[in-house]
């Protein structure tokens, strides 16, 4: 009774010893299994044959492409014992079969490729039982597979003049190795339920716990050698199938790592060999032609066997299935990062440095195909997010670095990106891109001028090295200088920035002088400090560069108009329009020029048209573009890169443009009231990037401009109402329903509005300018005086408010004073633009 | 051009107007056989002046019109020379003679920027998510996620728009030139598999040329044609570059990465971050790869036997090897009760290994550092893992395994949730730990925190239909924020089992 129980038990624990790979311990089972005479030694020949021949290919494993080994002592201890299992035919059948195959394998492994195959024909793999076989028999059979398509490969054909034949060869063979792959998935996935069960029933034995399983040759290239020929043959069709069925099976411990790489490989060629049309998804059949396939070579596109048993794939409701090549290598990839992101090696003490950069490179191709898919749908915010995950092990790497950075830059985090590329810099000093880009982002919405300067000027310390990236150097610098001097308060401080703007530009123009950039801003810089005529022909100079570079076009129709060439200026805008019927900013000028030269009606009817071309413009605009920007915050300021694209001003301060730091602070400000403001009525369009909002509002503040121009004061405040209503706390609209106020003689409601509104814009010129005047009217001079002066300080250039000062001046009596005013005033009247020269964006 | 190309264009002139209605489909089936067709019209497409060009340009334009994809395509593999050729005439002002090359461009964007309906075409695509089970893996499988702000934003799947809607267009303006140009590109990437190996070189020759006229590289490249400059914008370049990046693995390695280096070239000049990071991340992803130029224009995408065996050996650090250890820091000396908080790590490993079921180290680790002994709810947690794997070894054995799966799905959730609540039992208990413990708490709080929203979004993914979650970008703002406050995920997540339980019973 026992001795029976513990052979069973013996059986099991053999069993489980071939399943697990356990070979060293089947030679002592098998003594103890003759010592109890259970079975006849026939089995114990087999049982020992087989484990001499798996210890040995343990400890001398088999490279692929490597060439047979030959007759080997231990090997031909192993034919011993497999012969005499064999010859005597004592054993069970499925004993038998077993012998077989064993036989055939060390046939493989001794290079008798056409006695392996001999085996084989004996033993009718296709029948035997996948259903309730133990776990180790299924190893066996998906092991015969691949030999057998080994061996097929090998051996030549017998009659190689049927072409017919050969394609029954390739198929028979490729089926094979199909089949043995799917058999060893099934295989994989039963061990190791069978180990985790184990654990549990033996959790108080001690034993080896954790036994690392490895595929070996055989299940390898059962697994893999299927769609190495099905794209050796140029037929993606179905190795892209295989690779499919493979990534669907349920993944186990020891398939990770062949899960990676397939994962990596068809992410691959779902980016470089197929686009959306040649697409199908995994659930569907594959398309009976496909471009993807080569058109020589006709082979069958679906798989003709069936197996009993099939290795459980990935079930249940509601799982996602790609629809398009991008989504399915996105998938693919996310699962690879997350892996690659796993076993990425943080050590990095010497004697991991190999693994370290084994790790680094496969993690970083993952990164890069992630790039390149993320790239083309456009997720930028997406992009960033996973490259700042691979942080963690990019110290030191370079790439990473750069590509977290533009990443960084293209999602719109500029601040960050500034951070980034300072990293960059420090690990590639010599490229002068980097800080190029890092002067972009600080030149722009950033408004970091210091950091730009220091940016800049390490491009321009590179000298002769940075090559055509010089003259960019120095225009950086130059647009750094530029805005700077719009940003000093002091007179002295903003001449000697203007002075060094125009030489950096001077020096850019006679760098690249073909480089329409450095013209248009040096045109730029002399029209700002009103050389309007030096300005007038670079103007044109950048114009014969590039003809319909909106940004030039706008410039010459200002210079024009500052020389009072009204008409002219109106001309050049109608041209540009033509080429940028929906720029708004131009049309704004368009509705100020028009004013003058043709009366506020056909200005109010060029608001109307704006207003339609707004509508056509920002309605097609879905909602869930603006979602873009993912992330809550980027989402609740402004989408820069489109406010970038458009060439918008601020909103906040079309007079002074919008480079103005305090315009800057005060435009913030406003977003962030006005937010709070609307949310508590609910009337008002939220949704969707700010500048849109920002536009139209600027459309109907115009409006009311024209109308008080016209003197219809109930109209101008409808129009302020509508742009109130979107941001009800804006500086502009305080002011137009200071103006509104005044018109309508409210002298004290006209204060109060100028009071608020440069309670929230300190700088606003023209606000002060209207703010001294009515002082003025209430014969307040010395406060009028104090903001008017102000006023002088921060924009130097407005004749107006040197009027008004003049005319306060010269009410208190300081004659010799105003005069100097008025004359100022007179001076600058003749040159100035019909709008300020610095509402054409500086940008890089 | 020769007479017979003359008359060989000619000849396809004639035969597709006389054709009947019916024979279009073989029509189009037997159009690549006529060798000399192709490339006699893109000697009319270059040759700006011939007179072959409106024409030629019309049917092109008809052939898409006939909305037969084959007679599409045939179109469509023009399309970088025509774009080439409207472009370099737009960049020397010569009017006249692009017209036709124009109107055909811009009937062929009318046309692909509406759908069958006449409706507004808006291109969209779902960004899959790793925490939703998808055909590929499992959630559970992969481990924890980082909780980062759009990690958390786009937990579910989100659909996204990439392309559209576009407005109807009569004529090119210099605002409108690259928007349309970009919109063609796509179209035309989107048929890469079937354009053939000579438009792929007229794609790179396109790029190239687009890039370089004009800047010092040209005379390198001993182009001579136009030497303006050409205005680019990032988003076309980035469709210039999708394209090249398929010559390059095509069979057109040399003029690919020639054209390559001009793209990326320019975007360094002009200082485009999306033009680099895609073009960067191209060059770097083929560094390594062993590309062979196939001269016989076969697809050149190989793969080869790699060895499964971890290439890393064992014991360097990895992520994934310091995810259980607790960092010792300096002041932890007068930690109020370290077992508390070895508790809370234990727990926190076995939920995101639990339900993968493999017997991987996380357990292991985990016993080892709480000394040797198995805690009550260790225990608990390996018991609820066996009774599920008989369920397997059931489902093995009767071959049905829907139902049973779908009960050990059930069964595994509800541990979740049970264990959840555990963590939180643990939680609220060693909130009362004073002090300094505080800070190293809450970075577990957090981690915690970031594994129980997992699960209680697997739950939510499970209940609800998918459609809920493909929700617009807008809602999914919302919704998430709604996950995000964590009094919200308490109170619902009892309603959601309930709902998932009569589900499936």
């Known amino acids: ?844 | 051009m020769s007479a017979m190309d003359h008359g060989v264009v000619e000849e396809w002139l004639s035969e597709f107007k006389t054709l009947p209605e019916t024979a279009v489909s073989s029509y189009a089936a037997s159009l690549k056989d006529k060798g000399s067709l192709v490339p006699a019209l893109y000697k009319v497409i270059r040759e700006n002046y011939s007179d072959l060009l409106e024409p030629v340009c019309h049917q092109l334009f008809e052939f898409y019109r006939s909305g037969e994809p084959r007679l599409q395509r045939f179109t469509l593999q023009f399309l970088p020379e025509l774009v080439w050729s409207y472009l370099s005439v737009t960049a020397a002002r010569d009017p006249h003679c692009s017209g036709c090359i124009e109107a055909l461009l811009l009937g062929i964007y009318n046309l692909e920027i509406v759908d069958k309906d006449g409706q507004s075409k808006v291109l969209s695509f779902t960004i899959p998510s790793l925490s939703k089970p998808s055909i590929y893996h499992e959630p559970s499988s992969i481990g924890s996620l980082a909780l980062t702000e759009g990690a958390l934003a786009n937990h579910g799947l989100s659909r996204v728009v990439y392309s559209g809607p576009h407005l109807q267009r009569e004529t090119f303006t210099a605002q409108n030139r690259f928007e349309v140009l970009t919109f063609l590109l796509l179209c035309y990437n989107a048929a890469l598999s079937y354009v053939s190996i000579s438009s792929l070189q007229s794609l790179c020759q396109l790029s190239s040329r687009v890039c370089i006229c004009g800047y010092p590289r040209q005379q390198v490249r001993r182009y001579k044609g136009i030497s303006s400059r050409l205005m680019v914008t990032s988003e076309f370049l980035v469709q210039l570059i999708t394209g090249i990046h398929f010559a390059l693995c095509n069979g057109e390695l040399e003029l690919g990465s020639r054209a390559l280096d001009d793209v990326l070239y320019r975007a360094q000049l002009e200082l485009f971050p999306e033009a680099l990071l895609v073009g960067n991340a191209i060059k770097s992803s083929l560094h390594g790869a062993s590309l062979k130029a196939n001269k016989e224009g076969a697809r050149s995408i190989q793969v080869e036997i790699t060895p499964t065996a971890p290439r890393i050996s064992r014991n360097a650090v990895t992520s994934l090897s310091i995810r259980g250890h607790r960092w010792k820091r300096h002041d932890a000396v007068d930690l109020g009760s370290p077992d508390e908080l070895t508790e809370i790590s234990e727990v926190d490993e076995g939920i995101c290994t639990q339900a993968s079921a493999a017997p991987s180290s996380p357990p292991t680790i985990v016993i080892s550092s709480s000394g040797g002994k198995l805690s009550g709810k260790g225990l608990r947690r390996l018991t609820g893992r066996s009774s599920r794997d008989k369920d397997k070894d059931k489902e093995a054995a009767s071959g049905s395994d829907q139902l049973t799966r779908k009960q050990a799905a059930v069964r595994a959730m509800s541990e979740n949730l049970e264990l959840l609540s555990l963590k939180r039992l643990t939680l609220t208990a060693s909130q009362s730990v004073p002090k300094s413990g505080s800070l190293s708490l809450s970075r577990t709080a957090s981690a915690v925190f970031s594994r129980s929203f997992e699960q209680v979004s697997n739950v939510l993914a499970v209940a609800s239909p998918s459609s809920n979650h493909v929700a617009e970008a807008d809602h999914g703002g919302v919704a998430y924020l709604e996950h995000l406050s964590p009094a919200h995920q308490h109170r619902q997540r009892s309603p959601t089992i309930s709902v998932h339980v009569t589900s499936d019973l």
């Open chain 1, 1 to 844: 009774m026992t001795a029976r129980k513990s052979g069973s038990r013996l059986e099991t624990e053999i069993e489980r010893c071939r399943s697990e790979g356990q070979w060293d311990k089947i030679a002592e089972l098998v003594r103890q299994m003759s010592a109890k005479l259970i079975s006849n030694d026939d089995l114990g020949e087999l049982l020992l044959g087989e484990a001499k021949l798996q210890q040995y290919l343990k400890e001398n494993p088999i490279k692929q492409g490597s060439s047979p080994r030959g007759p080997r002592p231990v090997l031909q201890e192993v034919r011993k014992h497999l012969t005499a299992a064999l010859d005597r035919g004592n054993l069970k059948p499925e004993y038998m079969q077993e012998a077989s195959l064993v036989m055939a394998k060390l046939c493989y492994v001794e290079g008798d490729y056409g006695e392996a195959l001999n085996q084989y024909s004996r033993v009718n793999l296709d029948e035997m039982q996948l259903v309730g076989s133990p776990v180790y028999r299924l190893s066996m059979i998906a092991e015969a597979y691949a030999t057998k398509g080994l061996c097929l490969e090998k051996v030549p054909m017998a009659s190689p003049s049927l072409s017919n034949r050969n394609a029954d060869r390739d198929q028979e063979i490729i089926t094979c190795y199909e089949k043995s792959g799917d058999i060893a998935l099934l295989y994989l996935q039963e061990v190791e339920k069978a180990l985790s069960v184990g654990i549990q029933n033996r959790s108080p034995k001690p034993g080896p716990v954790t036994q690392e399983q490895e595929l070996g040759f055989f299940l390898e290239t059962g697994l893999q050698r299927a769609h190495v020929i099905h794209f050796k043959n140029g037929n993606l069709t179905r190795g892209v199938g295989r690779f499919r069925e493979i990534l669907r099976a349920v993944e186990t411990r020891t398939t990770q790592n062949l899960r990676i790489t397939i994962a990596r490989q068809l992410a691959e060629i779902l980016l470089r060999g197929m686009c959306e049309q040649s697409y199908w998804n995994p659930l569907e059949d594959p398309p009976h032609h496909s471009p993807l396939d080569e058109l020589l070579r006709h082979s069958p596109h679906t798989k003709d066997y069936a197996l009993s048993r099939r290795p459980r794939i990935y079930s249940g409701e509601n799982l996602f299935c790609p629809q398009e090549n991008t989504e399915e290598a996105l998938l693919l990839l996310l699962i690879s990062e997350s892996m690659a992101n796993r076993d990425a090696v943080l050590s990095r003490i010497p004697e991991h440095n190999n693994d370290r950069i084994i790790s680094l490179q496969s993690a970083s191709l993952v990164y890069d195909l992630l790039t390149i898919a993320l790239g083309r749908r456009g997720q930028y915010e997406m992009l960033s997010e996973c490259l700042e995950r691979a942080m963690k092990f990019a110290f030191e790497e370079f790439h990473l670095w750069f590509q977290l950075a533009l990443s960084l830059m293209a999602a719109g985090k500029s601040a960050r990106a500034v951070k980034v590329l300072k990293e960059c810099m420090r690990l590639k000093p010599e490229d002068p891109t980097i800080p190029l880009l890092a002067v972009k982002l600080c030149i722009g919405n950033l408004h970091w001028l210091e950091e730009g300067e220091r940016f800049a000027k390490i491009v321009i310390d590179m000298g002769e090295k940075a090559a055509e990236f010089r003259a960019k150097g120095y225009l950086a610098i130059g647009l750094v200088y530029s805005l700077k001097a719009t940003d000093a308060s002091l007179r002295g401080m903003q001449e000697e920035y203007q002075k060094k703007a125009l030489s950096a530009f001077q020096r850019a123009q006679s760098l690249s002088p073909t480089d329409h950039l450095a013209v248009f801003y040096l045109a730029l810089q002399l029209a700002v400090s009103r050389q309007i005529p030096e300005a007038l022909g670079y103007v044109r100079q950048a114009l014969q560069l590039q003809g319909d570079d909106v940004h030039s076009l706008h410039l010459l129709a200002l210079l024009l108009s500052a020389q009072k060439h009204y008409h002219d200026a109106l001309n050049i805008i109608e041209m540009a329009l033509s080429e940028y019927p929906e720029n708004f900013i131009i049309l704004f000028t368009k509705v100020k020029l028009e004013t003058l030269c043709r009366g506020p009606e056909e200005a109010l009817l060029s608001c109307k048209r704006m207003l339609q071309i707004w509508k056509s413009c920002y309605n097609l605009t879905n909602p869930s573009d603006s979602g873009r920007g993912s992330s809550l915050l980027d989402r609740a300021v402004a989408d820069r890169r489109q406010l970038n694209a458009m060439t918008l001003p601020d909103f906040s301060d079309p007079e002074t443009g919008s480079v103005h730091a305090t315009s800057i602070a005060a435009s913030r400000v406003e977003q962030a009231l006005s937010e709070v403001a609307s949310s508590l009525q609910s009337s008002a369009p939220k949704q969707g990037p700010l500048h849109p909002w920002m536009t139209l509002a600027q459309i109907w503040l115009h409006a009311a401009e024209v109308y008080i121009g016209m003197g219809k004061a109930a109209e101008a405040a409808a129009c302020t109402q509508e742009a109130a209503s979107l941001f009800p706390m804006s500086h502009n609209v305080l002011f137009m329903k200071g103006q509104v106020a005044e018109l309508r003689g409210n002298v004290d409601e006209a204060k109060r509005w100028y009071e608020e509104a440069l309670s929230i814009s300190p700088t606003h010129v023209k606000t002060m300018q209207r703010l001294g005047l009515i002082l003025h009217q209430l014969q307040r001079y010395s406060l009028a005086e104090k903001i008017l002066r102000d006023a002088v300080q921060v924009n130097s250039t407005a004749h107006d408010v040197w009027n008004s000062l003049g005319e306060v001046l010269q009410a208190q009596g300081n004659d010799a004073a105003a005069t100097e005013c008025f004359l100022t005033a007179l001076e600058l009247e003749a040159s100035c633009p019909i709008l300020p020269f610095t509402i054409i964006p500086r940008a890089l």
